[in-house]
């Protein structure tokens, strides 16, 4: 198995994976950011209210729209086919850098439990820190904080992992009972999501979106994460199913005789 073929199937399973996310997000999350967006216009509508002339106009500019929500929602396809993508492409690197370390692990098994690792530490550790909000909520003077807060967050999570994978295998190769080394190997994801809340700074900006709202959003944003990381992990792990079976029926070389 080279690092080349890999890349493909990472391709491939991104490709899907990104496909996947883009007509979820498109059918379900997209309904939900069509009211927020609603809300906040009837919002800037009622703060313009006693505004006249030249005024007015002046603040209806400044909250035109830069892209209509057709736009929007082509530039959502196409992020989240961008996304899968990517993704598809570092779980092949660190999927071959497993398989060289152990290659008689099978690649469903491997597959999924890689995409399980990859969601805990790269989406759900930093979602519970930072829940996700609606686009346009939040102070622009704030981002750079809140960017590099969240990439925190994200490098926080990818370690808890990490380090949770390494005491596995060297808890493997001692004797301890399997529910300690659980429980251990448990408590890693768990200390670095108590780090990001006290290495971490809280959210700055108030939250005008009714909570229903933020919430909804919320929950649908982790939803659209999960069916990113689990078809990624479905589609690698079927695809090296998919090559593991046709390298074991290929038909041997046949076996002449030599005459004695």
Do not use: K
Request: glycine content about 10%; overall charge neutral; hydrophobic content about 55%.
């Amino acid at each position: 198995m080279t690092l080349l073929a890999l890349l493909r199937r990472g391709l491939l399973a991104g490709c899907f994976a990104g496909l996947l996310t883009g007509a979820f997000a498109f059918l379900i999350t997209e309904p939900v950011m069509d009211r927020a967006v609603r809300l906040e216009a009837a919002r800037d509508a009622a703060d313009n209210t006693g505004h006249a002339g030249a005024s007015a106009a002046d603040h209806a500019a400044e909250h035109a729209e830069v892209f209509t929500r057709p736009t929007q929602h082509v530039g959502l396809l196409l992020a989240a086919l961008a996304t899968g993508l990517a993704l598809g492409v570092l779980f092949s690197v660190v999927y071959a850098l497993l398989h060289r370390n152990d290659p008689g692990q099978d690649s469903w098994r491997r597959s999924l439990l890689l995409a399980g690792s990859g969601f805990l530490g790269v989406a759900l550790l930093p979602f519970v820190r930072y829940p996700a909000n609606p686009p346009g909520v939040g102070d622009s003077g704030t981002v750079s904080l809140r960017a590099a807060a969240w990439i925190g967050a994200i490098l926080l999570g990818v370690v808890s992992v990490v380090v949770a994978w390494r005491l596995h295998g060297w808890l493997v190769s001692r004797p301890v009972a399997e529910p300690v080394r659980q429980l251990a190997v448990a408590a890693v994801p768990v200390l670095g999501l108590v780090a990001t809340f006290l290495i971490l700074p809280d959210n700055p900006d108030p939250l005008p979106v009714p909570a229903d709202l933020l919430w909804t959003f919320r929950v649908l944003s982790l939803a659209s994460m999960t069916v990113m990381w689990a078809g990624l992990g479905a589609a690698f792990g079927l695809l090296g199913y998919r090559a593991e079976r046709a390298v074991d029926v290929r038909p041997a070389a046949p076996v002449h005789a030599v005459p004695v």
